[in-house]
């Protein structure tokens, strides 16, 4: 599986391979930068939120769900990108 691109994962966390270049690996650009863009805007808002009045408990918790959610993904596509910047480097 050399090469093959991981691609994000899905709802059921499964690893997925795909051939780089093609269409499902634009596809997989795609989703990618949709995966940072939602973790810019959760971050936004969770920041006019901490600026804001008092939270309760719940919007507190909605909060950090939303949150960890967002850094988890962020997280996975940086190893996803640094893979295909180490085979990158191997060539």
Do not use: H
């Amino acid at each position: 599986m050399s090469d093959l691109r991981r691609m994000p994962p899905g709802t059921d966390g499964k690893a997925a391979y795909c051939q780089p270049g093609g269409m499902v690996a634009e596809l997989s650009d795609t989703i990618e930068n949709q995966l940072i863009e939602s973790g810019a805007v959760v971050l936004g808002l969770v920041r006019a939120m901490l600026d804001g009045p008092q939270l309760t408990a719940d919007e507190a918790w909605f909060m950090l769900q939303r949150t960890v959610e967002c850094l988890r993904d962020a997280l996975n596509v940086a190893e996803l990108r640094g893979e295909r910047l180490a085979a990158a480097a191997d060539d």
